[in-house]
């Protein structure tokens, strides 16, 4: 929805507020760890999946803002006009208009964000510390032994970590396809 505010409305400041969303990606994401470690502690959710899932559904990167915002923009103001007289309001064009025609572009960051959430160790090591409910990266380091070199465990757990990513490129390359040859507007 933020990609659409910042591509398709007009606004005051919407231009300064995205180079201010685009300026926080110089920011480290070390360096905003223990803000969030100290505000998901207070709020009781430290071992728990609360903090991991909620990042991953209302703290979108905003390189997904703008690789939304940038597709967005491509897609004619026409069809925005032409909703408009057929009585659809702003959020109606987003849910009618402009996310049907989107579907690659959000594939696409759908593929990211589970790419990056999925290969995520700094994250779940910090937040949990419970052994039942660590998450595959963190397992695959416990069979690091300084003392014995275990290999056979390391690749199998490996591979169980790398299958689904290789799984999702498989059924998501279509996206990545037509992503790169879309322009915003299909004949579909």
């Given amino acids: 929805m933020a990609a659409y505010a910042f591509a398709r409305l007009d606004w005051p400041g919407r231009d300064l507020l995205f180079i201010f969303v685009l300026s926080t990606l110089m920011i480290p994401g070390v360096v905003t760890l223990v803000p969030q470690f100290i505000l998901w502690n207070r709020l009781g959710f430290v071992d728990t999946i609360v ?110 970590l790398t299958l689904p990513m290789v799984i999702i490129f498989f059924f998501g390359q279509r996206y990545f396809l037509r992503g790169v040859v879309m322009t915003g507007i299909t004949g579909r």
């Fill in 51 to 160: 903090p991991l899932v909620a990042q991953a559904v209302l703290g979108g990167s905003p390189i997904y803002v703008f690789l939304l915002r940038q597709f967005f923009r491509t897609i004619p103001r026409e069809m925005d006009e032409a909703a408009l007289l057929d009585g659809c309001s702003k959020l109606g064009i987003l849910w009618r208009v402009v996310l049907p025609l989107s579907k690659e572009a959000l594939g696409i960051v759908a593929i990211f964000s589970f790419l990056f959430h999925w290969n995520d160790f700094m994250g779940p090591l910090i937040y949990l510390f419970s052994e039942d409910k660590k998450t595959l990266a963190l397992g695959l380091r416990a069979f690091v032994d300084p003392f014995l070199a275990s290999y056979h465990l390391n690749m199998a757990g490996a591979m169980y």
